[in-house]
């Protein structure tokens, strides 16, 4: 049974950091790019990072750009998210998402929620001033 269990979200201040991570079972988890999302309340949920299946290929939402940092570890089946430098804007509940899709034509399109077919439960983020 394909799994995605997210981990790490936590309330901090503005300018802290947080590590986040999403274990993975029951697919071949080489062979699927995966991207975080996070959704505020009220509002769309978005992409802010993606990474291919060889962990080359990154791209982030431009507000993260510079502070978010997408990793994976392939050996274990884990994906990460590094986030520094936290803004109140930032606050969300965090989603580890999966895609069997391998054609990107363009970066943009690995933040697309529509390419993703597996989600996990989510990780609550609060970023205070």
């Known amino acids: 049974q394909l799994q995605l269990v997210e981990s790490g979200g936590d309330s901090v201040q503005s300018g802290g950091s947080l590590s986040l991570s999403c274990v993975v079972s029951?697919?071949?988890?080489?062979?699927?790019?995966m991207a975080w999302f996070r959704q505020a309340p009220g509002k769309e949920r978005e992409g802010v990072g993606a990474?291919?299946?060889?962990?080359?290929?990154?791209t982030y939402k431009d507000s993260v750009k510079g502070r978010f940092t997408i990793s994976r570890d392939n050996a274990n089946n884990m994906l990460f998210l590094q986030m520094n430098n936290l803004k109140p804007e930032d606050t969300g509940m965090y989603y580890c998402?999966?895609?069997?899709?391998?054609?990107?034509?363009?970066?943009?399109?690995?933040?697309?929620?529509?390419?993703?077919?597996?989600w996990g439960q989510g990780t609550q983020v609060i970023v205070s001033s």
């Open positions: 990474i291919s299946d060889d962990g080359v290929r990154t």
């Open positions: 998402a999966a895609t069997s899709s391998q054609y990107f034509r363009h970066d943009r399109e690995m933040l697309e929620r529509v390419r993703y077919n597996y």
């Open positions: 029951g697919f071949t988890y080489t062979t699927y790019y």
